[in-house]
T-cell receptor
């Protein structure tokens, strides 16, 4: 069984640029969530995708957007990067969309905005 | 609003000591789920346990045990006979049951350092 994978591992971008992060969900999982983890903090929920649609969103501006593909993989796009966007971005997949299902996390993408 | 508080920022113990990590949560829902995750230096969050609000039974898994008390809104995690490999940041998280989607709300984490 393949776990959650994310790419790239590290990324350095300049303020104002755009970035795309990618995630492949664990085999058999149809729901993908994205979290932002600033240094020394707990992860913050960005949004969740199910059946290729966003079905829940945290307190993040519209410049954070995403996609889910028919194979359940997902992308996180961030436009107009700001210095505060520097963080570890974690993708998690779960077996179904219900609130009680465990979420399994990938290794994350560390984004640095200069 | 939902909130998770992990008041212990960092705990240092010597190998073989027992250690308890505290977690206090706030929610208005009667249906909710509590989780513990481990984050080693590699960065990947590792799922440890899930508990729903209707199941207050304590759970033991090897050296790990969890104590869920609704009366005090706490879900504490104890490691017995700690080992160096237990060194990591541990997160407690809450998910409310009536949102239609799963949003994990995490605490700020407790860094556990186990020295030989």
């Amino acid at each position: 069984e393949t776990g959650v994978t994310q790419s790239p591992t590290h990324l350095i971008k300049t303020r104002g640029q755009q970035v795309t992060l990618r995630c492949s969900s664990q085999s058999g999982h149809n729901t993908v969530s994205w979290y932002q983890q600033a240094l020394g903090q707990g992860p913050q929920f960005i949004f969740q995708y199910y059946r290729e649609e966003e079905n829940g969103r945290g307190n993040f501006p519209p410049r954070f957007s995403g996609l889910q593909f028919p194979n359940y993989s997902s992308e996180l796009n961030v436009n107009a990067l700001e210095l505060d966007d520097s963080a570890l971005y974690l993708c998690a997949s779960s077996l179904a969309v219900g609130t009680g299902y465990e979420q399994y996390f990938g290794p994350g993408t560390r984004l640095t905005v200069t | 609003a939902q909130k998770v508080t992990q008041a212990q920022t960092e705990i240092s113990v010597v190998e073989k000591e027992d250690v308890t990590l505290d977690c206090v949560y706030e929610t208005r829902d009667t249906t909710y789920y509590l989780f513990w995750y481990k984050q080693p230096p590699s960065g990947e969050l590792v799922f440890l346990i899930r508990r729903n609000s209707f199941d207050e039974q304590n759970e033991i898994s090897g050296r790990y045990s969890w104590n869920f008390q609704k009366s005090t809104s706490s879900f504490n995690f104890t490691i017995t006979a700690s080992q160096v490999v237990d060194s990591a940041v541990y997160f407690c998280a809450l998910s409310e049951g009536n949102t239609g989607f799963q949003k994990l709300v995490f605490g700020t984490g407790t860094r556990l350092l186990v020295s030989p």
